[in-house]
């Protein structure tokens, strides 16, 4: 099944990818920008993001939900440009269904005219993507997902707008030490301001964690799910390894590289994180914090952006798990 799986998502992505061979760059570019603080602080992996989150990253994250989970982040990007997101997902026995809405706004922006003279005039973007989404366990150590996304940007008084599909898959290759994940996102259609129509931005990526196991510790994974802590009873450190292969149809293969160092108090978690970004060079670093305690989540991560300044995200997440099942995940 997951050989079947993996071959499927590679195939289509490969499909998409041929038919958009003879175009130039790619609209919906805001797309392209993490909004959730965890994956940045860890150089942007996100193939095995889980949670309500994960719908902006791979949706069989979803998947992994045990009853409901919520989600806010908000990123303050460059030149007063804000992006936000909302993101919920909830389970209905074995089916999880998500939902995750992505904003960004920016301030008045000066207008020139062709000769590079500045007008009176001024003008305002806005681009937004709302997204439902699916997920579910396949198999002892799959979770599938997928996602249908309605896209719209505005600049001045031009709009356009597109549909979009996400999938993914989640694999347990060694139980508490080894993940894979593999996402394709924004398969659909063009953006097409007045005449000029754009594809998506279609990205592919393959990525993998390793749990290190630690001396002393009580088991070799990390706890960790939306940036809950797992297990409440259990105390112990661990290291998480994090690593995805990109391929994004305007701007080729790069990589990304994550590390995460959990310090658990018995029920209460503080993370420290830190990544790399392969196609950013000496920007390419980022760093973060997270705090978990029964339930309730908060992470910030900071990234360079070279002149332009610097990008904060900063999320909140809460979790609520069936009294049946606080004690180890619904479907694990």
């Keep these: ?23 130039g760059t790619a609209g919906g570019q805001f797309l ?3 909004v959730a603080a965890k994956p940045s602080a860890l150089g942007e992996t996100s193939a095995l993001l889980d949670g309500a989150q994960s719908i902006a990253y791979n949706p069989a994250g979803i998947g992994k939900v045990n009853n409901l989970d919520l989600s806010f982040s908000q990123v303050t ?7 936000s997101n909302i993101a919920a997902a909830k389970r209905k026995g074995k089916h999880v269904f998500g939902f995750g809405f992505n904003y960004l706004s920016s301030p008045a922006i000066d207008e020139y005219d062709n000769s590079g003279t500045k007008l009176s005039d001024t003008y305002s973007a806005m681009d937004m993507a709302l997204t439902l989404g699916y997920g579910r366990k396949v198999a002892s150590r799959t979770h599938v997902g997928t996602t249908l996304k309605y896209i719209s940007s505005r600049l001045e008084s031009h709009t356009a707008s ?5 999938a993914g898959i989640q694999h347990i290759i060694i139980k508490d030490t080894l993940d894979i994940g593999v996402a394709v996102q924004n398969m659909g259609t063009s953006m097409k301001f007045i005449s000029t129509a754009d594809p998506l931005p279609l990205t592919v990526k393959i990525g993998g964690k390793y749990n290190v196991p630690l001396k002393g510790s009580r088991n070799r994974g990390n706890g960790i799910t939306m940036g809950m802590v797992r297990n409440p009873s259990s105390s112990n450190n661990s290291l998480s390894l994090f690593s995805d292969i990109n391929y994004i149809i305007d701007t080729g293969i790069f990589g990304n590289l994550g590390a995460e160092f ?9 993370a420290l994180r ?6 950013n060079g000496s920007n390419g670093i980022s760093f973060g914090i997270g705090w978990m305690m029964r339930g309730y989540s908060i992470d910030y991560a900071f990234a360079p952006l070279g002149e332009l300044g610097q990008a904060h995200r900063i999320s909140l997440g809460v979790r609520f798990d069936s009294k049946t099942t606080n004690a180890r995940r619904h479907d694990r």
């Design 274 to 279: 830190g990544g790399y970004r392969t196609n």
């Design 162 to 166: 597109a549909l979009a599909t996400d």
């Design 262 to 270: 959990l310090m658990d108090y018995g029920g209460n978690a503080f």
């Design 1 to 23: 099944m997951m050989r079947i799986l993996l071959l499927s998502i590679l195939l289509i992505s490969g499909t998409m990818r041929f038919s958009y061979a003879a175009t």
């Design 32 to 34: 392209k920008i993490g």
């Design 77 to 83: 990007w460059i030149k007063g440009i804000n992006y």
